[in-house]
Each structure stands twice: as structure tokens, then as C-alpha cells.
């Protein structure tokens, strides 16, 4: 690893623009943000970082910002403004004409109204038009295709942003075998792992074991908050994503109706709670209540089911696999989205001086790997969705790939931002037929992405 990082840091002296001189009152580049991030011009030591341990790339990080101070001569600083802070930042500093902050951390759903509304800089207006960030070819940074092209909001590359925010299907993978089912992943390399295939196997996995007539195992189990973009985006299509909506579209009546059938027709979904549905959908899979559910590496790490570390072993007797959604009537496997994006965003406001300056010094300090990307992506690096308990390691590489498939497909959609307004229990409890929910509740979804693109 020592050798490698070396590696790295020659190649970028001998790659590296020349270094400009520090000046006596440089220009301190801000990147305002809700928590605390290490490290910049204010560390005097990779020490500073209370969660620091010495590791080699945690040095190189540090390193960066000398790096970045001599190449560009300037500081930068990240100031945690809080999460209302940024906020109330980006609505009031740079309207002003008076940004706070040169970089600002954002979350979609009011970052997107921000920078529609004109607190953005445009880098199409900034890079030059070959710049790999313009063409999708950069290593290190990409950014969120918006309606128009603009290109506002920054994401930052590598696995585990890739990963991050993923909610794959997962599977009890002794539940298949004991009812003499072929593995899905198979199914998925066949083309075979359909929405019809799937009802199928629900249908057979949903018993009642000890003849009380009552269900004990479900075919399949989730919160339907969790699942409902999942399924959509299976069938090739989306909720919120342009300024139209499209709740009434007939990909997503055809999505509507196939849960009302896993629910209601067939009962071979877990009955939704009207309480705690949430939490309590999400751990089902625990008390193998049901086959399938949806979930996260978060969700699962709660009790040490998934990101075994070393320091704790698996609490499940069982093996818990990640596999593809099945491919709905209008889905393509191919080209089906399989992530929303989510988590943190960045842009560069209006009316910053340089803002390409400022883009370079931002891009530098996430390119602490200087374009190494296998250092940047080294499983060392990604502790949190990775194991180190060799009983379990195939099973949990196998995951962690998926995700990582998953977050090279993401989409834009703003569906967080209106799924709360939609009687989704009732529907799958009947109350709703597939039309009566779809022109009900279409104008919901028009007035919320009103409010969003303006």
C-alpha cells in the first residue's frame, strides 16, 4: 500500500499544474456544510480528525491541502453551518448578491428550486466545453442532469458514493433452496427474472407452517415507502423526475396494480402495519417472517447483519442476498434506473469571483487520490460495506458489487417529496382501484414539481 501511495504522489508532482506561491492574504476558498469534514487550511495535523488512526490515506488527505495550497495559492475551509444554516444561506446570501460560501452542500429537494431559480453558476459557462466533467469522463466528479442541460449540482465518484443510498432486493437464500427454487441471480443471467416469475415465487414461499391457518411466511415483505420506487423504476419509468408528472402514466398504473395483486390478490405480501409500518417492514426479514424483502446495507448493519467488520459476527443463521428487481412489462434490464439520487450535492453559487478557481480547488480536494481511482476504491477504504469475516466474504462482495451496479443507473426523481401525500395503505388495502388513486392524486404530484422547477 506504502508503494503504491508513492506511486501516486510522484505521478501527480509530475502531472501536477505548477505550483503558485501562497500569498500574504490568500484567498480562502469556503464550502459551507451541516457537519464537520477533515480536512482543510485550519489542520495542522491528520491528527486533527477525531475519528483519525494514522492510516496511509488518511495521511494523504491531509497531505492534499498543502498540495492544494501550493498548486493554487489559496486556503480552503469547510464551515458547518448546520443543515438550517445552509439553508437559510443559499436563500438569503446569494440572493443577495452576497454568497456566504464559494461551494454549498445541498440536499435535491431544495437544492433543485435553488439552483432553478437562478442561486447557481452554470459550469457550461465556466469549463471548457471538452472538460471530462462536461462529457460524464471525469474520474472524480460528475453532476445531476437537470431539465435544459444545465449543469448546476456536483456529485462526487467512487464506490462508496456509488453504493450509498441503495435499496436492492434481497432474498433469504435457504427459503429458495428449501422450496426447491432456482437461485434468482440465475434467473436474472437467463432474462427470466420478471415480474410474473416473481408473483410466482411469492405465491409458493408464502406458508403456513404450523396449519393454524394462519400465514407465518410471506412470499414478500417491505414498507411500501421504501419499495414503491423500486418497483417503478422496474418497470422503466419514473414518478417526479421532469417538471409533468407522471403518476397517471401507464407504466405506473401497471406498477400500482402488480403491488395491489402482491398485496391483495394474491396475499402473499406481508400485510402493511398502520402504525410503525416503516420500522417494523424493515426488519421482518430477521425473524424470517418473509423470503423477500427490500432493504439497505444501513438497515441491515443495525444488528450486525450485514457489514461485518471483524468485530462481530453475522447475528443471522441465515444468508441474505441481493439480487435485481425483476424486469416489469415495460422495464429493460438495461436500461432500467436502479438508484434515486440522494444524500448530499454540491454547487458553486452565482456571483462568486473565479468561479473556476473554484472549481478546481474543490475538485482537487476530492481527488485526494490524485486519479488513483483503485486507491480511492480499495475495499481498505470502504470498511463500512465491506467484511473481513472470511465465512461470509464471497456472499458480502457479491452485495457489495450489486449495489455498486446499481448506483451506475441513478435518476433524478423527487418522489420523497410527495409520497407522504399518497394513501398508499389504503390503496393496497382496496380502499383505491389503480384509476381512482391515478386521478385522484395526479394534481398532488403537478403542484409539488410546480413548486420544485418553478
Not at 66 to 91: M, P, W
Not at 168 to 181: C, G, H, Y
Not at 195 to 220: H, I
Not at 296 to 310: E, F, K, L, T, V
Request: with cysteine; net charge negative; proline share 4%.
Amino acid at each position: 500500500m506504502k508503494k503504491l501511495i508513492a506511486m501516486a504522489l510522484a505521478l501527480a508532482m509530475l502531472l501536477g499544474t505548477a505550483s503558485v506561491a501562497l500569498a500574504d492574504d490568500p484567498r480562502n476558498i469556503t464550502i459551507g456544510l451541516w457537519w464537520d469534514i477533515y480536512y482543510d487550511s485550519n489542520d495542522t495535523s491528520w491528527e486533527d480528525s477525531p475519528s483519525a488512526t494514522g492510516k496511509d490515506t488518511e495521511i494523504m488527505r491531509f497531505e492534499n491541502v498543502k498540495n492544494i495550497e501550493d498548486t493554487y495559492g489559496v486556503t480552503y475551509e469547510f464551515q458547518n453551518l448546520t443543515y438550517a444554516g445552509v439553508q437559510d444561506s443559499v436563500n438569503n446570501s446569494i440572493l443577495a448578491g452576497e454568497p456566504d460560501c464559494d461551494v454549498y452542500m445541498v440536499e435535491l429537494g431544495w437544492g433543485v428550486p435553488a439552483v432553478m431559480n437562478g442561486l447557481a453558476t452554470d459550469l457550461r459557462d465556466v469549463l471548457d466545453p471538452n472538460d471530462p466533467l462536461l462529457t460524464h469522463e471525469d474520474t472524480v466528479l460528475n453532476y445531476v442532469s437537470l431539465e435544459g442541460g444545465n449543469v448546476y449540482l456536483l456529485t462526487v465518484n467512487g464506490a462508496e458514493d456509488q453504493v450509498a443510498a441503495t435499496m436492492p432486493l434481497a432474498f433469504n437464500l435457504q427459503m429458495i433452496q428449501e422450496a426447491n427454487l432456482e437461485d434468482p441471480r440465475d434467473l436474472v443471467e437467463k432474462g427470466e427474472w420478471t415480474w410474473d416469475k416473481f408473483r410466482e415465487y411469492c405465491r409458493v414461499l408464502t406458508k403456513d407452517n404450523d396449519g393454524d391457518g394462519v400465514t407465518d411466511v410471506y412470499g414478500y415483505g417491505a414498507w411500501i415507502g421504501d419499495c414503491l420506487p423500486y418497483w417503478y423504476m422496474s418497470n422503466g419509468t419514473t414518478m417526479a423526475s421532469t417538471p409533468k408528472e407522471n403518476l397517471s402514466s401507464v407504466e405506473m398504473g401497471e406498477t400500482l396494480t402488480f403491488l395491489q395483486d402482491l398485496w391483495l390478490t394474491d396475499k402473499s405480501a406481508y400485510p402493511l402495519p398502520e402504525e410503525n409500518g416503516w420500522d417494523i417492514c424493515r426488519w421482518l426479514y430477521r425473524d424470517k417472517k418473509v423470503a423477500f424483502t427490500t432493504t439497505a446495507a444501513w438497515i441491515m448493519a443495525n444488528y450486525d447483519d450485514y457489514n461485518w467488520d471483524g468485530k462481530a459476527e453475522s447475528t443471522l443463521d441465515f444468508d441474505m442476498v441481493f439480487v435485481d428487481y425483476p424486469v416489469g412489462p415495460h422495464g429493460n434490464a438495461e436500461t432500467n434506473s436502479t438508484k434515486i439520487a440522494a444524500g448530499s450535492f454540491y454547487f458553486i453559487p452565482a456571483g462568486i469571483e473565479d468561479p473556476k478557481l473554484v472549481y478546481d480547488v474543490f475538485r482537487a480536494y476530492q481527488n485526494w487520490y490524485h486519479d488513483d481511482t483503485e486507491l480511492r476504491d480499495d475495499p481498505e477504504e470502504l470498511e463500512w460495506w465491506y467484511t473481513t469475516t472470511s465465512d461470509k466474504l464471497d456472499l458480502q462482495e457479491w452485495n457489495f458489487e450489486h449495489m455498486k451496479k446499481m448506483g451506475e443507473k441513478t435518476v433524478v426523481d423527487f418522489v420523497n417529496v410527495v409520497i407522504n401525500d399518497l394513501p398508499l395503505l389504503q390503496f393496497l388495502n382496496g380502499e383505491y382501484t389503480t384509476a381512482q388513486l391515478q386521478e385522484e392524486y395526479k394534481q398532488i404530484v403537478q403542484d409539488a414539481l410546480d413548486n420544485i422547477f418553478n
